[in-house]
């Protein structure tokens, strides 16, 4: 009703089916799209210890591998004051290979009291600017803390997510 719908500011109705066929028709086009969605979304936590076989590479197993991925979450978090000017496959480039964390996408504001979001936004249309948030796929949201740290003097050399 509309009256709840103002009352609480929204004005956003999802459809479970239409979302629930959006995802299968997504998943035909992109075998595991579904899955890979529902673990983002659900909070699920990691054991090392759980997949332990002895004598063999805990890292060949594929419920290793696995059991990795669906333990990382999407965060948001603020961006280093260095990433300013820079485009998004620079800093996404940035964040995996110093950092340790996967930049998907930025929050933008499109108003003083209203923001979207971008994925992977091309360089013509996104540059960092103060303020920018990035929207993260990582294990923790201390992770995620390491970008808004970042500085380029400190990190040119290091392959390592420590700030020191």
């Known amino acids: 009703s509309s009256g709840i719908n103002a009352e609480y500011g929204g004005d956003e109705v999802i459809c479970i089916n239409e979302l629930k066929l959006g995802l299968l028709g997504k998943s035909c086009l992109c075998p595991g799209f579904s899955t890979m969605v ?5 909070m699920s936590s990691f054991q090392p210890c759980n997949y332990n076989n002895p004598g063999n590479d805990v890292r060949d197993h594929w ?6 991925g669906a333990s990382n979450e999407l965060y948001t978090g603020q961006m280093s004051s260095d990433f300013v000017g820079m485009t998004f496959p620079m800093v996404a480039e940035i964040c995996l290979i110093k950092l340790h964390i996967l930049l998907i996408g930025v929050e933008v504001e499109t108003s003083i009291d209203s923001s979207g979001i971008l994925f992977n936004p091309a360089p013509s249309i ?12 990582a294990q923790n949201p201390q992770a995620v803390k390491s970008a808004a740290f970042y500085c380029y003097r400190c990190h040119e050399y290091t392959n390592s997510n420590e700030i020191s």
């Not at 529902?38 to 659900?42: F, P, R, S, T």
């Not at 996104?126 to 796929?137: D, L, Q």
């Open 38 to 42: 529902a673990n983002l979304i659900m």
């Open 126 to 137: 996104f540059r960092f600017s103060e303020n920018s948030k990035g929207i993260f796929i």
């Open 63 to 68: 419920q290793y591998e696995y059991g990795y």
